[in-house]
């Protein structure tokens, strides 16, 4: 927790695979983040799999929709799951995401 600030991550999810692992190891790698909430949006590959996986053994909240709604709708679904008095939004495509990544778009909304 930073300044008494309770800080979420919003990641919506749509046939990302190929990246979402490493982008959710990279939020749950980050002690600034308190909340993680993925939003898979309807995902017809591999990706509901390596989600339910990785929801098995760590802490984060998972919303999933049979069919996609499209980024906005995740997005508020997101929201609206969200304890945090901060939001921050993370692709799942991203690549390369570590915490500095992270620390540089939360400081500022706290400063």
């Known amino acids: 927790m930073l300044s008494g600030k ?4 919003i990641v919506s999810v749509f046939n990302e695979e190929k990246t979402v692992k490493n982008v959710i ?11 993680i909430i ?3 949006d309807g995902s017809t590959d591999g990706t509901s ?3 339910n996986q990785l929801f098995e053994s760590h802490k984060f909240r998972y919303v999933k929709f049979d069919k996609n709604k ?3 709708y995740a997005m508020v679904a997101g929201v609206e799951n ?6 921050v939004f993370v ?4 690549i390369g995401l570590n915490c500095e990544h992270i620390e540089k778009l939360i400081f500022p909304l706290v400063s």
């Open 6 to 9: 309770r800080i979420t991550s």
């Open 25 to 35: 190891a990279s939020l749950l790698n980050c002690e600034l983040i308190d909340e």
């Open 38 to 40: 993925v939003v898979n």
């Open 49 to 51: 799999k390596i989600l």
């Open 70 to 72: 499209g980024k906005s």
């Open 82 to 87: 969200s304890t945090g008095e901060i939001i």
């Open 91 to 94: 692709d799942a495509d991203i």
